[in-house]
């Protein structure tokens, strides 16, 4: 149980254009999603926090127009990154927090790997 | 911003020995939980402690949840290749706010 999937896995696009990626709680129900970044040899940096039906929380530093985040429902959030740039080639990793019980805890995706030309 | 201190950094150890990491905290946190990251994929949960003090156990794994609730430590027994990867550290004060630490690359030598 507590399987998360992102989609796509790897992902290669031309600067400017707009690039999705979802992410699922496959067996249970997430009331809160997270979407993090992380650096080649680095740690996961936290970008924003989503909870269904409300606007995402971002974090510091991290603009929200540019990475736009929907959690449409308890199963589902969406990352959007528009307009990229080749700064924003990175590894980028969701994870789901469950409501309660054993998934009392975060469970991470398997990530997305985005390279802008 | 991270609030973690995990060490070491990186370990190259022989099949067989074993290992033992750790992270501190300035700040109190409720839970602690261990992850594995293998390159191009996500971290995989390995264990998660709920209460100060708790040692558990998830096979050749071990770790403790600090009485003072600022660290904790991983430790794997009698390591094999298959071990090899990045363990991550990380402490939760509530739903939406956990910490990791920077992550101990481990090697395992044959």
């Known amino acids: 149980g507590a399987v998360v999937s992102q989609h796509p896995s790897r992902v290669i696009c031309k600067s400017g254009t707009s690039v999705k990626i979802e992410c699922r709680s496959l067996?249970?129900?997430?009331?809160?999603m997270f979407w993090y970044r992380q650096f080649p040899k680095k740690s996961l940096m936290l970008m924003a926090t989503?909870?269904?039906?409300?606007?995402?929380?971002?974090e510091q530093g991290v603009e929200k127009d540019k990475f736009l985040i929907n959690h449409a429902s308890l199963t589902l959030s969406t990352l959007t990154v528009t307009s990229a740039h080749p700064e924003d080639s990175s590894f980028y990793i969701c994870?789901?927090?469950?409501?309660?019980?054993?998934?009392?805890?975060?469970?991470f995706g398997p990530g997305t790997r985005l390279t802008v030309l | 911003g991270q609030q973690l201190n995990q060490s070491p950094q990186s370990m190259f150890i022989q099949e067989g020995e074993d290992v033992s990491m750790n992270c501190t905290s300035s700040?109190?946190?409720?839970?602690w939980l261990w992850y594995k990251q293998e390159p191009g994929e996500g971290p995989v949960l390995l264990i998660a402690?709920?209460?100060?003090?708790e040692l558990t156990s998830n096979g050749r794994l071990t770790a403790q949840f600090g009485i003072t609730r600022k660290d904790s430590f991983l430790n794997i027994s009698a390591s094999i290749p298959s071990d090899v990867g990045i363990y991550f550290c990380?402490?939760?004060?509530?739903?939406?706010?956990?910490?990791f630490g920077a992550g101990t690359r481990l090697t395992v030598k044959p």
């Open positions: 994870s789901a927090h469950g409501t309660s019980g054993p998934t009392d805890t975060q469970y």
């Open positions: 067996d249970f129900q997430a009331t809160t």
């Open positions: 989503s909870n269904e039906g409300s606007k995402a929380t971002y």
């Open positions: 700040s109190i946190f409720n839970t």
């Open positions: 402690l709920y209460k100060a003090g």
């Open positions: 990380a402490g939760r004060r509530n739903n939406n706010d956990m910490r």
